[in-house]
């Protein structure tokens, strides 16, 4: 049986080339970027280019890109970073109820820790509103940090304006664009936000690998400390291979930006019109925002969900109920949550597909038939 | 190219390499997600796991696999310490530990914690009576390096141990990252309560490590999130980062012996050169790793020498990676009180499982050669 996975928003195929970029790098250069020899240059030379790139991806400088162990640590070493390095400023952070874990949790330990964490909440579509931010802010707030594309519903935030809020507050504005790096064009000037995240396996790089861009002058405290890589604020030997191969895969993403843009986009109709066409019974969460082409995030009345996703599982679909990061026990979605409350059928109802270059219409023809097929199953497999 | 520079980095095992791309070509999936593909990629996630607990000796479930040293020993000593703040906020960590080691200790002190700095004595092994000095019943977290990484001194882990043990309840954190694949490590051998290793110094690839502990000890997420790694260290595993890790560990444990007679032998010969040399001290004491040979030579930077051995596609280092970039004088030889007039002419040799009798001897040569050129231009 030829798997059909749907599940790009938890992971993603490595690049055919990302993984020659990678093969290639290991092999013509080990070396230590800090050791001071021809081998540790030529390193060094790798690991300039390819945070160049990297760069080039949101016109930014290559001085304000931290290379990180992925999206959890770029998050962290924002959240916690820029709370620890401001704490003299204020203790007041803003954050909102359906951003990913790696926020999420680390605004929890800081409230441990004595900070105030005001969490946003969000309507029916997801969406953070300006006025809701707007009210939360306050003197001493020191960091804002709003997910740019949510990737359990797919939703995206006005970031450009929601960062323009605070333009003349002393609160440094982090967003979380794991989700939406490789998605949407991302211009850091333009957005006008201080730290943004992002993660290589998300768009066809490696594990083990991310960024966090961080606007020249906003302090930082790191999380990891030792030797002097990336310029003090993460301490550690530099995988400069991953490196390299994170700056094919964005610098793929980034050529076909708007003609990736378009085919998810039409995958996601397709599919859509194709469980409407076999009479399928759904509803897709968050419809009416903006939303990541990629996501479909879809209600199925009546249905329960572990056993939907268990079903369609033997059909050889891989989906997921939410985030992979929170998939191995399937809690329902705080993002569900906060968008519909505690009662709502959504939570128990909802899956998650996810889209990706390799993704075709034939398989997502084949998907909605075997999911109409399953939902057909007698309504006493559901209780 | 003579490569001599194992210290900073190793070159992948060209096997480790296949595993890692095999992983990223076919089970590149989520191991926390639920369906068959996730599942399927989490079992050789648990595997990778479980190899790792067997040459250690441990369970699998003291397995943490991290980005690499730094992180591992960023993790450990400071979230143990954080763990343990009822107890007491005492710590102790050697003067020579790895810029990560000497870095979390100055930051906790910031923190509040009560951080002691372990004397070393002129072979860079840790002075016990300074330790027995300097334990206390409420001390809560010890951490020194199984083998130094700028001289290759073997520290007196036993006798520290003993100490330790019998004057407080403080966990050992032990920085094994450059003795492993060169001295036995396990937890046999090493009764020590966490070992931090990084892939990349045992010819495994960058961006992959592991921490691993005896026993269930409390300890804070360094990293949160997701919860993977038992809640102790969230992000998408990288699984092909792991099953390279686990291969590369298993091939320097099965070779650690022979590595270890091969590369005793080499190291001897350069002892024997260097300690007849008369430009020559040698810094690296007897009975150190032996995969290390550093040395001080008169009248010359290590700079120079690095830069004259390079023209000859030889490459050794200053002092260590992470630190030679830095300007000021390493912190490891001025623990070691090594006189200023040597400091400067510091060069570290720092051997693989692959170098050869005929790397020795081009080496040997070659350094005899610009030594010669240096005293001509000198005179």
């Given at each position: 049986?030829?798997?059909?996975?749907?599940?790009?928003?938890?992971?993603?195929?490595?690049?055919?080339?990302?993984?020659?970029?990678?093969?290639?790098?290991?092999?013509?250069?080990?070396?230590?970027?800090?050791?001071?020899?021809?081998?540790?240059?030529?390193?060094?030379?790798?690991?300039?280019?390819?945070?160049?790139?990297?760069?080039?991806?949101?016109?930014?400088?290559?001085?304000?890109?931290?290379?990180?162990?992925?999206?959890?640590?770029?998050?962290?070493?924002?959240?916690?970073?820029?709370?620890?390095?401001?704490?003299?400023?204020?203790?007041?952070?803003?954050?909102?109820?359906?951003?990913?874990?790696?926020?999420?949790?680390?605004?929890?330990?800081?409230?441990?820790?004595?900070?105030?964490?005001?969490?946003?909440?969000?309507?029916?579509?997801?969406?953070?509103?300006?006025?809701?931010?707007?009210?939360?802010?306050?003197?001493?707030?020191?960091?804002?940090?709003?997910?740019?594309?949510?990737?359990?519903?797919?939703?995206?935030?006005?970031?450009?304006?929601?960062?323009?809020?605070?333009?003349?507050?002393?609160?440094?504005?982090?967003?979380?664009?794991?989700?939406?790096?490789?998605?949407?064009?991302?211009?850091?000037?333009?957005?006008?936000?201080?730290?943004?995240?992002?993660?290589?396996?998300?768009?066809?790089?490696?594990?083990?690998?991310?960024?966090?861009?961080?606007?020249?002058?906003?302090?930082?405290?790191?999380?990891?400390?030792?030797?002097?890589?990336?310029?003090?604020?993460?301490?550690?030997?530099?995988?400069?291979?991953?490196?390299?191969?994170?700056?094919?895969?964005?610098?793929?993403?980034?050529?076909?930006?708007?003609?990736?843009?378009?085919?998810?986009?039409?995958?996601?109709?397709?599919?859509?019109?194709?469980?409407?066409?076999?009479?399928?019974?759904?509803?897709?969460?968050?419809?009416?925002?903006?939303?990541?082409?990629?996501?479909?995030?879809?209600?199925?009345?009546?249905?329960?969900?572990?056993?939907?996703?268990?079903?369609?599982?033997?059909?050889?679909?891989?989906?997921?109920?939410?985030?992979?990061?929170?998939?191995?026990?399937?809690?329902?979605?705080?993002?569900?949550?906060?968008?519909?409350?505690?009662?709502?059928?959504?939570?128990?109802?909802?899956?998650?597909?996810?889209?990706?270059?390799?993704?075709?219409?034939?398989?997502?023809?084949?998907?909605?038939?075997?999911?109409?097929?399953?939902?057909?199953?007698?309504?006493?497999?559901?209780? | 190219?003579?490569?001599?520079?194992?210290?900073?980095?190793?070159?992948?095992?060209?096997?480790?390499?296949?595993?890692?791309?095999?992983?990223?070509?076919?089970?590149?999936?989520?191991?926390?997600?639920?369906?068959?593909?996730?599942?399927?990629?989490?079992?050789?996630?648990?595997?990778?796991?479980g190899q790792i607990a067997e040459l250690l000796k441990?369970?699998?479930?003291?397995?943490?696999?991290?980005?690499?040293?730094?992180?591992?020993?960023?993790?450990?000593?400071?979230?143990?310490?954080?763990?343990?703040?009822?107890?007491?906020?005492?710590?102790?960590?050697?003067?020579?530990?790895?810029?990560?080691?000497?870095?979390?200790?100055?930051?906790?002190?910031?923190?509040?914690f009560e951080v002691d700095w372990l004397e070393v004595?002129?072979?860079?092994?840790?002075?016990?009576?300074?330790?027995?000095?300097?334990?206390?019943?409420?001390?809560?977290?010890?951490?020194?390096?199984?083998?130094?990484?700028?001289?290759?001194?073997?520290?007196?882990?036993?006798?520290?141990?003993?100490?330790?043990?019998?004057?407080?309840?403080?966990?050992?954190?032990?920085?094994?990252?450059?003795?492993?694949?060169?001295?036995?490590?396990?937890?046999?051998?090493?009764?020590?309560?966490?070992?931090?290793?990084?892939?990349?110094?045992?010819?495994?690839?960058?961006?992959?490590?592991?921490?691993?502990?005896?026993?269930?000890?409390?300890?804070?997420?360094?990293?949160?999130?997701?919860?993977?790694?038992?809640?102790?260290?969230?992000?998408?595993?990288?699984?092909?980062?792991?099953?390279?890790?686990?291969?590369?560990?298993?091939?320097?444990?099965?070779?650690?012996?022979?590595?270890?007679?091969?590369?005793?032998?080499?190291?001897?010969?350069?002892?024997?050169?260097?300690?007849?040399?008369?430009?020559?001290?040698?810094?690296?004491?007897?009975?150190?790793?032996?995969?290390?040979?550093?040395?001080?030579?008169?009248?010359?930077?290590?700079?120079?020498?690095?830069?004259?051995?390079?023209?000859?596609?030889?490459?050794?280092?200053?002092?260590?990676?992470?630190?030679?970039?830095?300007?000021?004088?390493?912190?490891?030889?001025?623990?070691?009180?090594?006189?200023?007039?040597?400091?400067?002419?510091?060069?570290?040799?720092?051997?693989?499982?692959?170098?050869?009798?005929?790397?020795?001897?081009?080496?040997?040569?070659?350094?005899?050669?610009?030594?010669?050129?240096?005293?001509?231009?000198?005179?």
């Amino acid at each position: 049986m030829n798997r059909i996975y749907l599940d790009h928003a938890a992971t993603s195929p490595v690049h055919p080339d990302v993984i020659a970029a990678l093969t290639e790098s290991y092999t013509t250069c080990f070396g230590n970027a800090s050791s001071i020899h021809e081998t540790g240059r030529s390193a060094r030379k790798q690991l300039d280019q390819a945070r160049e790139r990297l760069a080039a991806t949101i016109q930014a400088h290559p001085n304000e890109i931290i290379l990180t162990s992925g999206g959890t640590e770029a998050d962290n070493l924002a959240v916690l970073g820029a709370a620890y390095a401001n704490r003299h400023l204020g203790t007041h952070i803003i954050t909102t109820s359906i951003e990913h874990h790696a926020v999420l949790h680390a605004a929890m330990q800081l409230e441990k820790e004595g900070f105030e964490v005001t969490y946003l909440p969000v309507t029916e579509e997801g969406l953070i509103t300006v006025e809701t931010l707007k009210n939360a802010l306050r003197e001493d707030t020191i960091l804002v940090s709003i997910m740019f594309g949510n990737n359990e519903v797919g939703t995206i935030q006005n970031i450009q304006e929601l960062a323009g809020v605070v333009k003349d507050h002393q609160t440094v504005f982090h967003t979380d664009a794991v989700q939406a790096y490789g998605t949407l064009e991302i211009n850091v000037n333009e957005l006008g936000v201080d730290l943004l995240s992002t993660s290589a396996h998300k768009i066809n790089g490696p594990k083990g690998i991310g960024f966090l861009y961080q606007r020249a002058g906003t302090k930082l405290r790191p999380l990891a400390h030792g030797g002097q890589q990336e310029r003090k604020r993460r301490a550690g030997t530099e995988a400069i291979p991953l490196a390299v191969a994170f700056a094919k895969a964005a610098d793929i993403k980034q050529q076909s930006l708007r003609k990736h843009h378009l085919t998810m986009l039409s995958l996601k109709q397709h599919f859509l019109d194709e469980l409407t066409r076999l009479g399928v019974t759904f509803e897709e969460n968050a419809k009416s925002a903006e939303q990541l082409p990629h996501i479909c995030n879809l209600f199925f009345p009546q249905t329960d969900i572990e056993t939907l996703l268990i079903q369609l599982d033997l059909a050889g679909i891989d989906a997921s109920s939410g985030s992979a990061c929170t998939a191995g026990a399937v809690d329902p979605s705080h993002v569900l949550v906060a968008m519909f409350g505690e009662q709502a059928p959504q939570l128990r109802s909802s899956v998650r597909f996810s889209f990706g270059y390799t993704t075709t219409k034939e398989q997502l023809t084949e998907a909605a038939e075997k999911i109409a097929g399953v939902l057909a199953t007698p309504a006493s497999i559901w209780k | 190219m003579i490569y001599l520079d194992n210290s900073a980095t190793t070159k992948p095992d060209s096997s480790v390499l296949d595993s890692f791309v095999k992983v990223n070509e076919s089970l590149w999936f989520n191991p926390a997600s639920i369906h068959a593909l996730g599942d399927q990629t989490n079992r050789l996630l648990e595997s990778a796991r479980g190899q790792i607990a067997e040459l250690l000796k441990t369970q699998t479930k003291s397995v943490i696999f991290t980005s690499g040293g730094t992180e591992g020993t960023n993790f450990v000593v400071r979230q143990t310490a954080k763990a343990r703040k009822s107890i007491g906020k005492h710590i102790l960590i050697s003067k020579v530990e790895h810029p990560a080691g000497i870095e979390v200790g100055k930051l906790m002190l910031d923190e509040g914690f009560e951080v002691d700095w372990l004397e070393v004595d002129s072979t860079g092994a840790i002075q016990l009576e300074d330790l027995k000095k300097k334990i206390r019943r409420t001390t809560t977290v010890v951490s020194i390096q199984h083998v130094n990484n700028e001289i290759g001194t073997i520290q007196p882990l036993q006798e520290c141990l003993e100490i330790i043990r019998s004057n407080s309840r403080a966990i050992v954190h032990v920085d094994a990252v450059q003795s492993y694949g060169k001295l036995p490590v396990d937890f046999d051998s090493l009764p020590v309560d966490w070992l931090t290793l990084s892939g990349h110094k045992f010819h495994g690839i960058k961006g992959s490590g592991v921490v691993v502990c005896s026993k269930a000890i409390d300890l804070e997420a360094l990293i949160v999130g997701g919860g993977q790694e038992f809640g102790l260290r969230s992000g998408t595993a990288p699984v092909a980062q792991a099953v390279a890790l686990a291969k590369a560990m298993r091939l320097a444990h099965q070779d650690q012996q022979v590595t270890h007679d091969k590369l005793s032998l080499l190291q001897q010969r350069l002892l024997d050169f260097f300690s007849h040399h008369p430009l020559v001290t040698v810094l690296t004491p007897k009975n150190a790793a032996p995969h290390i040979v550093t040395v001080a030579v008169k009248g010359v930077t290590g700079e120079v020498l690095v830069n004259a051995l390079e023209k000859h596609e030889i490459y050794v280092s200053t002092s260590s990676a992470c630190s030679s970039k830095k300007k000021s004088t390493s912190h490891v030889l001025e623990a070691m009180n090594v006189p200023n007039e040597l400091i400067d002419g510091v060069i570290r040799i720092s051997m693989g499982k692959d170098t050869t009798e005929q790397d020795i001897t081009t080496f040997l040569k070659t350094f005899d050669l610009i030594l010669r050129q240096l005293e001509r231009n000198l005179q």
